[in-house]
Every structure is written in C-alpha cells, then in structure tokens.
C-alpha cells in the first residue's frame, strides 16, 4: 500500500495570494497526478508527470503549474488564487508498469475568498 | 475522447442489502479501476479489472471488455460502504491517464 501525503488539508485564503499544495509519496513511483473534483463531481485530471524533470498538462485547462525535481514529491502552484480556484485537489501516484493502480492522497479542500 | 457513464447516480440501501453498480464505456480499455471515495472525500482503490472477475470479501466485479462495460457487486451491504464509487479507465493508447465517470452515491442506512 503507498503512503502519499498532502499538505494542507484545508485551506481558506484570499484572491490574488500565491499558494503551493504539497503532495509527497514514499513508495518510490514514478508516475503522480494531480486531480481537481468539485463537490459531487467528477475527478478532473489537470497535471501529470512520468519522472523527475517530466511535467503535462492534462485534460481539463488549469491555471496551475506543477513541479518534478525529486521522485517523492510532486507540488501544485497558483501563482494568484482566484474564487474560481475553489475546489478539491487530490494527488495520486502509481507505480512503472501501466496495470499498477492508482493510489490517493487525502486531498486538499481549497476555498478562495 | 472516450466516455464513461455509470449508473445509477444514486442509490439507497438498507444494511445487508445486495448492489450492483454498472460502468459503461465508450472505447477498448486497457486499464479499468473501481474506487471507493468515502464521505471524508480520501479515495481507495477497490479493484484493477481491465477484464474477467475478481473478488475481494463482498465486493466483486466483473469487466466484459468485448462489451465494453463492467459491473461492481456488493453483498450484505454496511453503513461504512455509504460514498462515492467511481469507475475509471485508460483507453487503449491512452498515454497511462485514467478518466474517470460521474460516479454512484451509495447510502446504506442501519
């Protein structure tokens, strides 16, 4: 089972401040993810990165920009929170081969005010 | 892209009731996960089934990918089962990304 921690937890701030979501696995996966789901919805994928130095974009558009220097952790920035930004963000990780499975994080609940 | 449709959105249970959660899809798969998103919003991964059957204490699916849909069964229901499942899958070429459906919200009452 992977252990795969966020930081923080909950999070309520105002428009226009520069915030970083932490997300840190320990089982040495290669590939992680970031997920947006709004209440009740769907998971969005937003960011993707196969390895250290290795970041995509993912299907749905996202103001966010994301980071890979070290196999373990893998941040999300928003340079200027807007209210729009307000949602859940959940990280996930898997591991080399394709049939591995996906493994979340507790995610981070994001309010912009 | 490919589309994921599961069915029914919600359902409501009582405690030791059967289920039975469908996910249809739109394209072949290579890769199909069942998660279960618990009312505290932490998802755990219940099954990998890109095809056949696969059993884990009451819970148990099937994925019939020639027919491009799988099924989630669960027996002698509990309270703790109550969320979201969600069902996601990886379309053959599909560069390792799991999209993922609309979910069931499934509320089991004691």
């Known amino acids: 089972e992977a252990d795969i921690y966020q930081t923080p937890r909950y999070l309520v701030i105002g428009t226009g401040k520069k915030i970083t979501l932490e997300c840190s696995q320990t089982?040495?996966?290669?590939?992680m993810y970031w997920y947006q789901q709004d209440p009740g919805m769907e998971l969005h994928l937003i960011h993707y990165?196969?390895?250290?130095?290795?970041?995509e974009k993912g299907d749905l558009s996202s103001e966010s920009t994301v980071s890979r220097i070290r196999t373990e952790h893998f941040p999300l920035t928003l340079e200027s929170a807007r209210p729009s930004h307000t949602s859940q963000y959940l990280c996930?990780?898997?591991?080399?081969?394709?049939?591995?499975?996906?493994?979340f994080g507790p995610g981070t609940r994001l309010t912009v005010l | 892209g490919i589309q994921v449709e599961q069915s029914p959105p919600d359902l409501i249970l009582q405690e030791g009731a059967n289920s039975t959660l469908r996910c249809n899809f739109s394209?072949?798969?290579?890769?199909l996960q069942w998660f279960h998103q618990n009312p505290w919003g932490q998802l755990i991964n219940l099954f990998y089934?890109?095809?056949g059957t696969k059993q884990n204490g009451r819970l148990s699916a099937t994925t019939v990918a020639t027919e491009r849909y799988s099924l989630l069964y669960i027996s002698s229901s509990q309270t703790t089962d109550s969320g979201v499942y969600f069902c996601?899958?990886?379309?053959?070429?599909?560069?390792?990304?799991?999209?993922f459906g609309k979910g069931t919200k499934l509320t089991v009452n004691p």
């Open positions: 089934i890109p095809s």
């Open positions: 394209d072949s798969v290579n890769n």
């Open positions: 996601a899958v990886e379309r053959v070429g599909g560069s390792e990304k799991l999209v």
């Open positions: 996930a990780s898997s591991g080399h081969f394709s049939t591995d499975t996906q493994y």
């Open positions: 990165s196969y390895g250290v130095n290795s970041t």
């Open positions: 089982m040495g996966h290669d590939k």
